[in-house]
């Protein structure tokens, strides 16, 4: 999710995080000051056993919240992605928004004052 301006799904990958024995890919990218990152499990995508329906309900519902700030973005995804159904698998959603140090100081005097 970059600030209000789009959300984008990274279409680079590897191997899930934890498999052992194995040669994972590093990949760089240029995230913009103030996006937030979305990292999830399976899980959260394939509760209906349909992992493209999943993702996007999952972008569509990010897209619905850009403009929101971080605090409550995990447990609105959460909300809004699964409704009332019931996951088969484990679900993990972390969201981390980046920032500037100047960004985050500036940030920070603002909710001071």
């Known amino acids: 999710m970059s ?3 789009a959300v984008r799904l990274y279409e680079g990958g590897s191997l899930p995080i934890g498999i052992e024995d194995c ?4 990949h ?3 995230i913009p ?3 937030t990152l979305i990292f999830y499990t399976d899980g959260l995508i394939e509760f209906a056993h349909n992992a493209l329906e999943g993702e996007k309900r999952l972008i569509e519902c990010a897209t619905d919240l850009l403009a929101h700030d971080v605090d409550g973005v995990a447990d609105a995804l959460l909300q809004a ?3 009332d159904a019931s996951p088969l698998d484990d679900v993990v959603l972390v969201a981390v928004t980046m920032m500037t140090v100047s ?3 500036s940030r ?4 001071d004052n």
Request: aromatic share 4%; charged share 20%; glycine share 8%.
């Open 33 to 35: 000051d103030g996006s």
């Open 108 to 111: 920070r005097a603002a909710r």
């Open 3 to 5: 600030g209000s301006d």
């Open 81 to 83: 992605v699964l409704r």
């Open 23 to 26: 040669q994972y890919t590093t």
């Open 103 to 105: 960004s985050m100081v």
């Open 28 to 30: 760089l990218a240029t």
